[in-house]
């Protein structure tokens, strides 16, 4: 097409008045409704020990509820705490926690100095605002096809003791999909850190939301980390948040005896215990790893063919255009769509103006500063299959035009 | 009955081989029944203005979950914040996130060297852990039977911007179930602070708890604050924990205007938002003030008669005792037991050795240290209506023998 054409095509498809929310991965209510038997499954409330879920107490979570995860994660289910509906909240106490308490036997990171996160980018915007917010200096890390650069990594984590920690989506990262080598995995655990109280903040969001029938399996972290002699180096965050409910799941943690045992201290001063009503009802509905997979291969059978239609609308529509790629991802909930440089931004407003809603351009990077302005977040779960393909078309005419102008 | 006789029927209680705990303020399993509709009444998931209740967001609440603490508490809704199943992890966040971040405009506490809260005495053994695991000294200020003593209180915050905040259970507090005259609250709310940043950590636990037919009604503390000019010095702490079920009920915060978006800005960054659900779910089964007051007569009905329990034997044993006394709350979940001095330990040790687990005497204070250890908190809620009798005899038999000892 050329310019005229893209205009008026981008013109027409703004006349359409569409109103689409792409901007989160947020799962459709087809998605949300797989889990209807999560209400109807609760005769009573008594959990396997005796507990009366109803009451006060269990710090850590029910123990059907600690197995599951420890089944869905391999990590013994001692050493996992289910607390709350949103990992997000577990990663961000963990890092409050060694903000105000300190962790590894050494002095809080408060009384540290300046300290910082290395951030592989592009990553998970919720991530950078934690960081943000708490006053931790972000330090970009490019990514492989194969997880972040890890010579780079090495070399600062060695050379600086005010690095604390490191996000990582091992596993369909978001946005861009990569999945991190067993190589990657291992050198993250063997690494030399001048920082002894230096953590990978692992957040496994995806560890079985994937949209190809054959399940990619990464190496784990936990057990890399022991063979490495840092056992405590890793703490696993995962949730079932797009699983069954998003806002109403319950999330994990999981580390070593004596990370669980730091966290314990700390989160039992904040809360009498998590809502184990809600961790039953989930373990009666899920029972058990094999209905945890059961249940993923739904979502797959209806995520999968909306991811196919973007692929599609973007392959027919700019296949062919300099400087524009986006990632296939085999699971997870977006595609990193890379218009030419400087385009992003434009790209995104001129899909607003068209009714579809994106993530901000650069919100994949901390600060929200994507220094080429190339990045746009993209996540098709929410769209009706009949959406999506329009909103596909509409996000490739707005890249179109923005890289015509 | 002389010391030969106080150890014989100790004995013979002792031989009774009971076990009952009566450490925790914990709801009674005929309590948590009463709110069984809690789960049956969930036809779809939508909230009134349409919201899924099953996705991501609302990081403030449902709105009509914040209507309804906002009616109960008798604050506009607006000004309301529904999250988490648990209050005290609200108060640990609020003061989390003053120390890492501040407040009213100030410095984080963390920067402003030593800093200290008010604890009103004999009062919350969790609200005093928070502070001593977050490095906040605390400073006893003894209660009146309207209060804490506010020439005491007046004086230290004047001369002190150190201190951040004070601990109030102002109606039925725990444990002594004192109710905070309207002179107390103007007095608070209006007392001039030298710390610009000072907090009321109003923990409004109580609410509708009622004991006694007559619900007992106290100065409405947001108002009195705003009335005296200092509108964002309170933060009041609700749930729902001993209104449906313990541990999977849900907590409000309420506070200014400012004070709310201060708190959002903050809890932002650490979830998507709140089990909104659950939230849902209770709106449906509680449905308005008037649903909630109620459901707490039905729990009063169920909790006076253990209360009368506990005098009737104290006062058949301990009624004419040198040193000792009790409180007659009207409301809440306590007794507080007051012992000969030096001899609450060691009651709270002989009752153990009884079967009768008691709270750690010297909990209702700071640091655990009661000065005089005179302190027992009885919480009659947790034991049957049969088994109720037997402890507190036990317990009255096992004060008689400490005392004698």
């Known amino acids: 097409m050329n310019q005229a054409e893209v205009a008026a095509q981008y013109q027409a498809f703004k006349e359409l008045g569409l109103k689409l929310d792409m901007s989160r991965g947020k799962p459709a209510p087809e998605q949300l409704d797989l889990s209807a038997g999560l209400l109807a499954e609760l005769g009573d409330f008594k959990a396997q020990d005796g507990t009366d879920t109803r009451n006060y107490g269990g710090a850590v979570g029910l123990p059907e509820a600690r197995a599951l995860f420890g089944a869905l ?26 903000l105000l308490h300190g962790t590894a036997g050494q002095p809080s990171w408060r009384e540290q100095g300046a300290i910082s996160f290395l951030c592989p980018v592009p990553g998970y915007d919720r991530h950078f605002a934690i960081c943000e917010a708490l006053g ?191 990632t296939r991802p085999q699971g997870g909930y977006f595609i990193d769509l890379l218009t030419p440089p400087g385009k992003a931004k434009r790209t995104v407003a001129l899909a607003k103006e068209a009714g579809i809603t994106l993530t901000p351009a650069g919100a994949s990077f901390p600060y929200g500063k994507d220094p080429l302005d190339r990045h746009i977040r993209i996540a098709p779960s929410f769209p009706s299959q009949q959406d999506i393909t329009s909103a596909a078309k509409g996000i490739a005419l707005a890249l179109l035009l923005a890289a015509a102008e």
């Open 73 to 98: 994660l391999d990590v013994p289910a001692a050493q996992v705490v289910v607390d709350s509906n949103a990992s997000l909240s577990l990663m961000h106490d963990v890092i409050a926690f060694a």
């Open 136 to 326: 931790i200096k972000m330090i970009n890390v490019p990514m492989t096809d194969a997880g972040p650069d890890m010579d780079l990594v090495e070399s600062l984590v060695a050379g600086d003791a005010g690095i604390k920690g490191m996000w990582c989506v091992p596993k369909y990262s978001n946005p861009g999909g990569v999945v991190y080598s067993d190589e990657v995995v291992r050198r993250l655990a063997a690494m030399q850190t001048a920082a002894p109280d230096f953590r990978l903040m692992w957040d496994d969001a995806y560890h079985f939301h994937h949209l190809e029938a054959r399940a990619v399996e990464i190496a784990n972290v936990l057990d890399a980390c022991a063979e490495a002699g840092n056992p405590d180096r890793a703490i696993i965050f995962a949730s079932t948040s797009k699983v069954t409910h998003a806002g109403a799941g319950m999330a994990a943690l999981a580390a070593s005896p004596a990370n669980i045992a730091w966290w314990q201290r700390h989160a039992s001063v904040r809360s009498i215990g998590p809502d184990k009503v809600n961790q039953l009802r989930h373990v009666r509905f899920l029972r058990d790893k094999a209905g945890v997979e059961a249940l993923m291969e739904r979502h797959r059978l209806l995520l999968k063919p909306k991811f196919d239609a973007v692929h599609e609308q973007f392959g027919h529509l700019l296949g062919n255009v300099e400087g524009v790629s986006w």
